[in-house]
């Protein structure tokens, strides 16, 4: 699995780093994704698609 | 598409009873992604009830959310149409588009996920006091007195550095700002000001005391004049966030605990095992049966929605809670189940660039609340049937009037 996530899109929801802290988390000044691993392990994987499904824009997109 | 024998419905829709949905949600889903319907305004609208046509919409930037422009639908019986068509001097440039993503992160990075959750002690303390006094009061009880209204009051006011003694004026201007029928347009233009007034001061005594909080910080960078936020956006978020973070929070704490308690079940579960708690909020939230009117948007190409055309100047209506409900993406949407898989893609935050900003701090009041309750309230019980609680009638925010609990 590979993730990329458009900085541009997101609207700092953080939904995604409730879903996955592993793997995302938010930038202090302004709440704006942050990639923390592009290469989750297999055990991230059921939550990174639940968060790539859940984020309102759309923002993160995954290759597998 | 509009039959032509068919009258067009008035909306929003009667309800069998405040937590039970309108059966036109599903009619509407059944027929075809466009519905019409009559505002209290008189206008006629588009409605959107399917799950996958309100994300693609809020996403989309052809969809304006300024419906101040003309031939815009308007919703409320006022003069002005209501909240929607209302137009703050100076604050056009944060509606939409870029001046959006400005403003925007500002405000994000005050909400985010470790900020809020460094929150949640405080919050967990002030919802600790209030039940201590609701409990010394005694049984009955009013929670939307005694608890919905005044925790997401002290919160926010907390947050951002306002006197929550001031509850009763936001309430008061809040429910006028959001009115559908319930009030005129003098009472619309005496409260706007008002609230207006009170925001360009509340901004003022910033300026000359700063202390930490978030409206401090934000006249400090209003004041850098650095082109992020001027002093008219400034004040207008001010009272953005005091409307914006009571009124929807506290309405949703009562419908929540309407939805546990009238099936009682559903919060026995939570009392057994408070591991649900997360799901139970989600699914609270998705089944929100009282949502309010929706969000509407003024469409500015033809475009499609759903294999359906939809012109250019026309406007639609968003509805959230009806898109909760179908059965494509949440499957027996009108069962509630805490476990449910993908619960939390509901879309009672919205979608797209202008998702709820204070969704984050909501869900942990509404945990709070819950895990609250669960531990301290075990026998918590409703007064009054579901055919008997009253809604809050002539307002867009969807709520109860009041909601009595036994213990
Ligand atoms: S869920 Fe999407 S919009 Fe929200 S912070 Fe993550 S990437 Fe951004």
Redesign the interface.
């Known amino acids: 699995m590979k993730i990329t996530v458009d900085q541009d899109?997101c609207?700092?929801?953080?939904?995604c780093?409730?879903r996955a802290?592993r793997v995302f988390d938010?930038?202090?000044?302004?709440?704006?994704v942050m990639l923390l691993d592009e290469a989750p392990s297999p055990e991230d994987f059921e939550d990174v698609r639940?968060a790539a499904?859940?984020c309102?824009?759309?923002a993160i997109r995954l290759a597998e | 598409m509009t039959d032509e024998a068919t009258p067009i419905p008035d909306y929003p829709f009667d309800q069998p009873h405040v937590l039970e949905p309108p059966r036109e949600w599903a009619e509407s889903r059944a027929k075809c992604p466009v519905t019409h319907v009559r505002m209290p305004s008189g206008d006629v609208v588009g409605l959107l009830t399917g799950y996958d046509e309100v994300r693609t919409l809020l996403a989309d930037p052809r969809f304006s959310r300024d419906l101040s422009r003309k031939g815009a639908a308007r919703l409320s019986n006022t003069e002005d149409g209501g909240l929607f068509s209302r137009t703050t001097e100076g604050t056009a440039d944060i509606q939409e588009g870029p001046g959006h993503q400005r403003w925007r992160r500002l405000l994000s990075r005050a909400f985010t996920v470790k900020k809020m959750e460094a929150w949640r002690p405080r919050v967990q303390e002030m919802a600790d006091e209030l039940i201590d006094a609701m409990i010394a009061k005694g049984s009955p009880a009013d929670l939307r007195e005694e608890l919905a209204l005044p925790l997401p009051v002290r919160v926010i006011c907390a947050l951002l550095g306002a006197p929550s003694e001031d509850q009763d004026k936001f309430a008061y201007w809040s429910e006028v700002a959001l009115t559908l029928t319930k009030y005129s347009q003098e009472e619309v233009d005496a409260a706007q000001q008002a609230f207006h007034d009170y925001a360009s001061e509340l901004v003022e005594q910033k300026r000359a005391h700063p202390g930490d909080d978030l409206l401090s910080e934000l006249t400090q960078i209003s004041d850098s004049q650095d082109g992020r936020l001027s002093n008219e956006e400034l004040v207008s978020t001010a009272r953005g966030l005091l409307l914006a973070g009571h009124e929807t929070t506290s309405n949703m704490i009562l419908k929540m605990t309407a939805l546990l308690l009238s099936e009682r079940e559903r919060y026995e579960a939570v009392v057994a095992d408070p591991e649900l708690v997360t799901g139970t909020v989600e699914e609270s939230l998705r089944m929100d049966p009282l949502a309010g009117v929706g969000i509407p948007r003024f469409i500015t190409e033809d475009i499609e929605v759903g294999g359906e055309p939809v012109s250019s100047g026309s406007s639609l209506l968003v509805s959230l809670a009806a898109a909760n409900r179908d059965a494509r993406k949440f499957p027996e949407p009108d069962r509630f189940d805490p476990r449910r898989e993908n619960n939390s893609q509901h879309v009672t935050f919205g979608a797209g660039p202008h998702f709820c900003v204070g969704q984050t701090l909501a869900r942990v009041e509404l945990k709070v609340v819950l895990e609250t309750f669960a531990r301290r309230l075990p026998g918590l019980r409703l007064r009054d049937t579901p055919e008997q609680l009253r809604q809050r009638e002539g307002v867009a925010a969807g709520g109860l009037q009041e909601l009595w609990v036994t213990w």
């Open positions: 899109a609207c700092g929801s953080g939904l780093v409730i802290d938010q930038r202090e000044e302004d709440g704006v639940a499904a859940g309102p824009t759309g």
